[in-house]
Nanobody
Framework: QVQLVESGGGLVQPGGSLRLSCAASGSIFSINAMGWYRQAPGKQRELVAAITSGGSTNYADSVKGRFTISINNAKNTVYLQMNSLKPEDTAVYYC????????????????WGQGTQVTVSS
């Protein structure tokens, strides 16, 4: 019913930049919030950044001042601009959306993308 498609991952040198995109499609009634999580090998998945449809944002302390999340409500798309990347940012990045679908307009559920690899290495 709902698909989240991520793009923009890859290999970048320390200090470099990447921009991730995630587009939600399908039988969407409304989106409450979207965000990015990441999971490094041997570690738990953690929140990187989140944004509500109204534009309120939340960032992990480790990325504040380096990453910027934004949303295009008309396109149901969330972006993550990552600057000054560090080797410790290496992980699989997952898109998340909290939304309601057309068949159940008053209940929100979490949906996840398939993940995109970000590798920061020289």
């Amino acid at each position: 019913q709902v698909q989240l498609v991520e793009s923009g991952g890859g290999l970048v040198q320390p200090g470099g930049s990447l921009r991730l995109s995630c587009a939600a499609s399908g039988s969407i009634f409304s989106i409450n919030a979207m965000g990015w999580y990441r999971q490094a090998p041997g570690k738990q998945r953690e929140l990187v950044a989140a944004i509500t449809s109204g534009g309120s944002t939340n960032y992990a302390d480790s990325v504040k001042g380096r990453f910027t999340i934004s949303i295009n409500n008309a396109k149901n798309t969330v972006y993550l601009q990552m600057n000054s990347l560090k080797p410790e940012d290496t992980a699989v990045y997952y898109c998340n959306a909290r939304l309601a679908v057309l068949s159940s307009r008053f209940r929100e559920y979490d949906y996840w993308g398939q993940g995109t690899q970000v590798t920061v290495s020289s």
